[in-house]
């Protein structure tokens, strides 16, 4: 009998063969679930299964990604709603929902991804879209100080070279940089791991960032930054930065400037003026169906 991965996989090829959207993952999982019953195994619960083919759903698209399929994702529509998308090739990571990132992020222009464990695959991917045509990309990681958060940052690092690769051939390089704090065990609350992580791990408890103190955080965040970031890469966004700061100095110390926008202002004002005094008709049959400017259409204004 094929076994239950074979059978994802067939299937999911042949959604894929239709040209559907499909928005999420588990919206395939939903194409697919009735070929897929006969592999349900005796009580097994069915968020179990589901669970199981869901994820063996973005194991396949993840491998047709890698293997050359790069446009996969924005076939089926899968999109990343969590990054925060910025201008030079960082990447600032906190595995928890933390606010540290937004004391640097605009400054150095660095795009913020905010999760709650693993990151998807298709996110990952989307990201390498985007930094693509980037030689240097730079990866600061900030996870639990635990076994799964050293694998989410070290996963993280090693798919997102990966998923670069399947775009550049190798032409990109992702240069990782992981928080870290010094003698975390001793300094803030721990918990203790579970005997499976201890065996993962070099102590028998771990920490959870929530318990670091936010300064302590930043601090940390400013000291990964400080090595990993090269100052040079900066000098494009700080120029254009400087110039711009000129440029409405002189634009303020102009009286032309000053006389020219009084001018347009007045001009603004007896335009609207003129507009308000016109004629209009009002349709409420022209509201025929839910869709954009379909309101201001009721509304038509007599011209002079």
């Known amino acids: 009998m094929t076994s239950r991965a074979a059978a994802v996989r067939r299937y999911v090829d042949e959604f894929l063969a239709t040209g559907e959207e499909a928005n999420t993952i588990r919206t395939i999982w939903y194409q697919i679930k009735h070929q897929m019953q006969p592999w349900q195994k005796p009580g097994q619960t069915e968020a179990d299964f589901s669970e199981a083919v869901t994820e063996t759903i973005g194991a396949h698209l993840w491998t047709l990604f890698i293997e050359g399929d790069v446009d996969i994702y924005e076939r089926l529509d899968i999109t990343s709603r969590a990054l925060e998308r910025r201008d030079l090739p960082i990447i600032l990571f906190c595995e928890k929902q933390l606010p540290d990132f937004d004391f640097i992020a605009d400054e150095i222009e660095g795009s913020v991804y905010l999760s709650s464990g693993q990151i998807p695959n298709f996110e990952i991917a989307q990201m390498a879209r985007a930094l693509q045509s980037e030689p240097d990309v730079y990866l600061v990681t900030m996870t639990d100080y635990d076994p799964a958060g050293r694998e989410i940052s070290c996963n993280f690092a090693k798919k997102l070279q990966m998923a670069l690769d399947a775009f550049s051939y190798g032409e990109s390089v992702v240069h990782h940089g992981s928080v870290t704090f010094e003698d975390p065990l001793e300094r803030y609350n721990t918990y203790e791991l579970s005997a499976r992580q201890q065996k993962k791990w070099e102590s028998t408890h771990g920490v959870e960032l929530d318990t670091i103190p936010k300064t302590d955080r930043i601090e940390a965040i400013r000291a990964t930054l400080e090595k990993l970031l090269p100052l040079e890469m900066f ?31 007045a001009f603004k004002e007896n335009m609207w003026a003129k507009v308000l005094k016109l004629d209009y008709t009002f349709d409420t049959d022209r509201f025929e169906v839910y869709r954009d400017h379909e309101v201001v259409k009721m509304t038509k204004i007599t011209a002079l």
């Open 235 to 265: 000098e494009a966004l700080s120029l254009e930065r400087a110039r711009k700061e000129e440029y409405t100095v002189q634009l303020d110390n102009s009286e032309e400037y000053s006389h020219l926008k009084q001018a347009v202002k």
